[in-house]
């Protein structure tokens, strides 16, 4: 019997191997943390368990409190439900009531940016130690000299963040259960919804459309609403065998640290210093003096030298000079002139809040104004000049023009207006006769003449009227609003003499004419009955002929015709 070869493929040669990175191989073991994944089942299961567990639909029918079973819709179902607007069982009955939903997309969540460079080799992760394992069992580790522990720690990828959209709806009997329903739903809106001990996801409910049909002679009540889900992704393809795994461990190798003592004479170590101090001014001990004959000295310098420069009115003799503290660098600091208390001193230009000049009272010149000035000698002032106290004249004042706001003593002016008070509470009284040439303004109207018109026709704004032009005017307007009065008091009531069908319906009577001013009395003026019936407006119309008041119906507006045996009655502006 021949031998059977078993073939075998070429090994690769080490230039051509990928890299390995052993840091990856290693044998999970029991007890230690399992790799992540999030799929999508999980964030539908979580909304599934939410429903069911925490929401808990239910509604009350025929006196018993009925489950509302919620379901997952599959392409086939959720056609169905959007072409029929109801859902059936295998027996074809209308399922009431039940909740449908599905996952209609989804889209990155770019609140929380991620980038992972490259998915095959994660570079965002979370690092979590593992405090205690079979390796490291203890943590007071600071009785164990020169041992430093192995720690344990672990990578974990992070997720793919997600914004999952699902569409909702919900088919009740009757409104109240509906309404008992979107209450529970929306009230757990803005809430995470999952598992307990598991992964939860924020979800948002933003409106509920409600709509109302029939189907089979029932009716059917329909509310859809739209769940956003803020989820994550870690796909559990990733967790094979040759990796790269979402959780990756990570282990520090142990130390044991060596340390050594070396002893070494005193006395060598100060003349290694080059000092000539005794031990005891040292240490504090009676011990020989070292190194009293060495002539060494110890020069410290500085890794980065500074130096000092001069600035705005300070002088520096070697302004910018470096010390290292190698060589000795003498510095001179100084101002251009002296500043002492007893010194003269001179500057171009002074700002200040105020400037204080010791005498009594003190003499003090502040941006709002000077206090306590005392002139000797003359004051020549070439701006305005406020001054809010009183002022107090020896002599003479000599002026071009006087603006006053308040005086209490005759005053003779020129030329110039002439202001008088500054309140209204001040009192100014003639004696004598007042001729005014020009106009006068009251209260910032402007007069400028007195009418006598008794017509008043002209509306002048800035005229005022005589005691005979307002009289004469007044008693015009008392005479027409008698007229007036006794027009707008004119209401009688009448009833039709005669009725000529089909429209026509005639009174005697005379309508009453309407006064100038006023608008020309119109049918708007009667109230109109036809047996007890009032009868419309804008289906009549009146008519003055002679002594003949007519009433003219349009029968297509109004809906009848007149009879003969019509009784109608007329309530409005007569003459009697």
Known sequence: MADIKLARNKPLPRSQRPELNRARQYKREQGEPDDISVSLMDMDGAIMYYFENVIKPMVFENGEQVKVPVMYASPERWYSINKNGFMRDSKRRIILP???FRRTGMEKDDTIAVDKIDPQDPKLFYTFERKYNDRNRYDNFSIQQGLMPQREY??????????????????????EQMNKLVERINWSAGSYWGEPGKMRFKTNIESFTDTTELADADRIVKTEFSVSLKGYLIPDSFNDIQG???????????????????????????????????????????????GQTTDRTLISTLANSYSLIGGAGVDIINSGAPYDGSSVVSQTISIPQNVSTSSNVQFNAITASALVVNSTPNFTIKSTGIENL?????????????????????????AEEFHTEFVTSSVIFASGSTAFGDSYEDTHEFTGSLDISGSWALNGIVINRVSNNPDLVNQDQNALVTEYAAKTYIDGVVAAAAQFDGYNRKQFVKMSTSITPPNIASFTAVTASAPIGLTSTTENDFLFFVNGQYMEHDAISIQQDGATF???????????????????????????
């Open 374 to 398: 005392l002139v000797t000698g003359s004051l020549t002032s070439f701006g305005d000049m406020t001054i809010s106290g009183d002022a107090t004249i020896g002599g003479k004042i000599v």
């Open 154 to 175: 672990y990578n974990v990828a992070v997720p793919d963040y997600m914004v999952l959209n699902y569409d909702f709806i919900i088919f009740t009997s009757y409104i």
């Open 244 to 290: 790269p795994h979402t959780t990756q461990k990570y282990l520090t190798p142990k130390r044991l640290l060596f340390g050594s003592d070396v002893d070494t004479p005193v006395a060598s170590a100060m003349e290694q210093l080059g000092s000539t101090e005794p031990l005891e001014n040292i240490g504090g001990s009676s011990l020989s003096t070292l």
């Open 550 to 576: 007519k009433l003219i119906v349009d029968n297509s507006g109004i809906g009848y015709d007149l009879e003969t045996d019509d009784e109608i009655v007329a309530w409005g502006k007569f003459n009697s």
């Open 98 to 100: 039940v909740i449908a």
